[in-house]
């Protein structure tokens, strides 16, 4: 196989890299960004049309081009794009909805057909009568009951109807054998090797993690204090049903008596609470606003005297009759959940405040955690956590132990992820040194890199087997990704596809 491009254009280019010096570098277009998605959810194969087609001639669609080869579309049954179209369209039944799903796959098919056939002409690729023969028995066109090749029904097809399956196999075969070839490359042992050691220096890390917790108790109070409704709590039970119409329903059938509350719920309730008979327990006014479409029901809710039906009242889970069950109370500011609750709606609904306070704080306890980790978590009430040893993965590849399987909080991972230099910072740092703030999460971390031992050796095994597996796929990936960045791709194929396939409807 030529491995340098030569004037036909037939090996696949490097990605990115330019052809001529005025050539143009195609962007990420809709229609590339349909057609990898399309290649993701539908693997790479090439489809034998499941029926020939003879079609008198008829207008060509072109959608774009490949090294100057058009990608069209012609009702012809020796027309790629066309037997494609049809092959999808009887596997997957045309809709309006999926029409141009089924468009866009058979486009990318016929342009990687016709990548891969241009290699194959460069490296003088043909068809042998074998490869011709084993082709027409492997169709699946021709089989009897038992799924066998049956020699009379093929015989019994018209000549016709023969020369165009030939003529469909002599143009895909070369294209197969080529992708064949390329996607069954073994990988070599110092591949394996150089992708082992990737992993062979992982690094141990600990942080302490700096959020709204740490806002003080005594401002959390008298934040409370100043603003108590979205702290009240109330005891309620709840039935939740689909619509409005039903809702009223149950309502008249509980207020004349023919049903209880407690029943209703158990029996016609598609909440949670209906296996407690409808009980809520003690609700947040804070919380109940999340439930309700109109915030200003929640208020409704909380007015309503003890033993009372509410309305019913729209959710974002159906329609929802409550019924007071206690008094509205202010919260009980001694319960640590409570504060913590408290401290969280601070953080979402007056951020200013938040945020300014806990960027403080942290910058405190980085200050004191340079001098002493351990005592600087221990003197401001936070924890470490611990991060088992990692390595080095700035591109999240799936062959590194990176941090995404060893920090349970996810909060360094998320950092590390959010900036890879800060990634880089803390993995050639010397071991003990204090690194942060960095902002993660509803906060910010300091972290403190450790010292990680040696590689886990499970890992490296389990490593080379599942590189050397997966090395046909990561071919493949490598096709699709050089041909649809090549400067040889045109791909007019969302505007085609409006202009002449939408429009024609």
């Given at each position: 196989?030529?491995?340098?491009?030569?004037?036909?254009?037939?090996?696949?280019?490097?990605?990115?890299?330019?052809?001529?010096?005025?050539?143009?570098?195609?962007?990420?277009?809709?229609?590339?960004?349909?057609?990898?998605?399309?290649?993701?959810?539908?693997?790479?194969?090439?489809?034998?049309?499941?029926?020939?087609?003879?079609?008198?001639?008829?207008?060509?669609?072109?959608?774009?081009?490949?090294?100057?080869?058009?990608?069209?579309?012609?009702?012809?049954?020796?027309?790629?794009?066309?037997?494609?179209?049809?092959?999808?369209?009887?596997?997957?039944?045309?809709?309006?909805?999926?029409?141009?799903?089924?468009?866009?796959?058979?486009?990318?098919?016929?342009?990687?057909?016709?990548?891969?056939?241009?290699?194959?002409?460069?490296?003088?690729?043909?068809?042998?009568?074998?490869?011709?023969?084993?082709?027409?028995?492997?169709?699946?066109?021709?089989?009897?009951?038992?799924?066998?090749?049956?020699?009379?029904?093929?015989?019994?097809?018209?000549?016709?109807?023969?020369?165009?399956?030939?003529?469909?196999?002599?143009?895909?075969?070369?294209s197969q054998v080529v992708y064949q070839d390329m996607t069954s490359v073994k990988t070599s042992t110092a591949e394996n090797e150089f992708v082992a050691a990737l992993n062979?220096?992982?690094?141990?890390?600990?942080?302490?993690?700096?959020?709204?917790?740490?806002?003080?108790?005594?401002?959390?109070?008298?934040?409370?204090?100043?603003?108590?409704?979205?702290?009240?709590?109330?005891?309620?039970?709840?039935?939740?049903?689909?619509?409005?119409?039903?809702?009223?329903?149950?309502?008249?059938?509980?207020?004349?008596?023919?049903?209880?509350?407690?029943?209703?719920?158990?029996?016609?309730?598609?909440?949670?609470?209906?296996?407690?008979?409808?009980?809520?327990?003690?609700?947040?006014?804070?919380?109940?606003?999340?439930?309700?479409?109109?915030?200003?029901?929640?208020?409704?809710?909380?007015?309503?005297?003890?033993?009372?039906?509410?309305?019913?009242?729209?959710?974002?889970?159906g329609w929802m009759i409550f019924r007071a069950d206690g008094e509205a109370t202010p919260a009980d500011t001694t319960d640590p959940a409570v504060l913590s609750d408290i401290?969280?709606?601070?953080?979402?609904?007056?951020?200013?405040?938040?945020?300014?306070?806990?960027?403080?704080?942290?910058?405190?306890?980085?200050?004191?955690?340079?001098?002493?980790?351990?005592?600087?978590?221990?003197?401001?009430?936070?924890?470490?956590?611990?991060?088992?040893?990692?390595?080095?993965?700035?591109?999240?590849?799936?062959?590194?132990?990176?941090?995404?399987?060893?920090?349970?909080?996810?909060?360094?991972?998320?950092?590390?992820?959010?900036?890879?230099?800060?990634?880089?910072?803390?993995?050639?740092?010397?071991?003990?040194?204090?690194?942060?703030?960095?902002?993660?999460?509803?906060?910010?971390?300091?972290?403190?890199?450790?010292?990680?031992?040696?590689?886990?050796?499970?890992?490296?095994?389990?490593?080379?087997?599942?590189?050397?597996?997966?090395?046909?796929?990561?071919?493949?990936?490598?096709?699709?990704?050089?041909?649809?960045?090549?400067?040889?791709?045109?791909?007019?194929?969302?505007?085609?596809?409006?202009?002449?396939?939408?429009?024609?409807?």
């Open positions: 196989m030529p491995s340098d491009n030569n004037a036909n254009g037939a090996t696949l280019p490097e990605k990115g890299k330019k052809i001529g010096k005025d050539k143009k570098k195609h962007g990420k277009s809709i229609g590339w960004i349909i057609g990898v998605v399309v290649l993701i959810l539908i693997s790479v194969t090439f489809i034998l049309p499941t029926t020939v087609f003879s079609v008198g001639n008829s207008r060509s669609i072109d959608f774009g081009s490949y090294n100057g080869e058009k990608i069209s579309l012609e009702m012809a049954y020796d027309n790629y794009f066309f037997n494609q179209l049809n092959s999808l369209s009887q596997m997957y039944p045309m809709s309006t909805q999926n029409m141009m799903q089924l468009y866009a796959q058979a486009f990318y098919q016929t342009v990687f057909h016709t990548a891969l056939s241009q290699l194959a002409d460069t490296a003088g690729i043909t068809v042998s009568d074998r490869m011709l023969s084993s082709g027409i028995v492997n169709s699946g066109l021709y089989r009897d009951e038992n799924g066998a090749f049956d020699m009379d029904a093929y015989n019994a097809a018209s000549q016709v109807e023969k020369d165009a399956l030939k003529n469909q196999l002599r143009s895909m075969i070369p062979a220096s992982p690094r141990a890390f600990q942080y302490i993690a700096v959020d709204y917790n740490s806002y003080p108790d005594a401002d959390a109070i008298a934040y409370a204090e100043s603003n108590p409704a979205p702290f009240m709590t109330k005891a309620l039970s709840v039935i939740t049903v689909a619509n409005e119409d039903a809702a009223n329903e149950l309502l008249a059938s509980i207020q004349s008596g023919e049903t209880t509350f407690e029943d209703a719920a158990a029996s016609s309730s598609t909440d949670s609470y209906s296996d407690d008979n409808g009980s809520m327990g003690n609700v947040v006014y804070n919380d109940l606003t999340n439930m309700l479409s109109n915030e200003e029901d929640a208020a409704t809710v909380f007015d309503t005297a003890v033993g009372e039906l509410t309305a019913p009242v729209q959710g974002y889970t401290k969280r709606y601070i953080s979402l609904n007056d951020s200013e405040t938040m945020d300014a306070f806990v960027a403080a704080k942290a910058d405190e306890v980085f200050a004191a955690a340079s001098e002493d980790f351990e005592k600087a978590a221990a003197d401001n009430g936070l924890e470490i956590t611990d991060v088992n040893a990692s390595s080095y993965n700035p591109a999240s590849s799936t062959f590194i132990n990176g941090l995404a399987g060893n920090d349970a909080e996810g909060l360094l991972y998320n950092a590390a992820v959010s900036d890879t230099a800060f990634q880089k910072e803390i993995f050639s740092a010397p071991d003990n040194s204090v690194h942060g703030p960095v902002a993660s999460g509803s906060g910010y971390i300091i972290v403190r890199p450790v010292s990680g031992g040696t590689a886990d050796e499970s890992w490296v095994s389990y490593l080379n087997l599942a590189y050397t597996a997966s090395s046909a796929s990561l071919a493949a990936q490598d096709i699709q990704s050089s041909i649809l960045s090549s400067d040889g791709f045109e791909d007019n194929f969302i505007n085609t596809y409006l202009s002449e396939v939408m429009m024609a409807q």
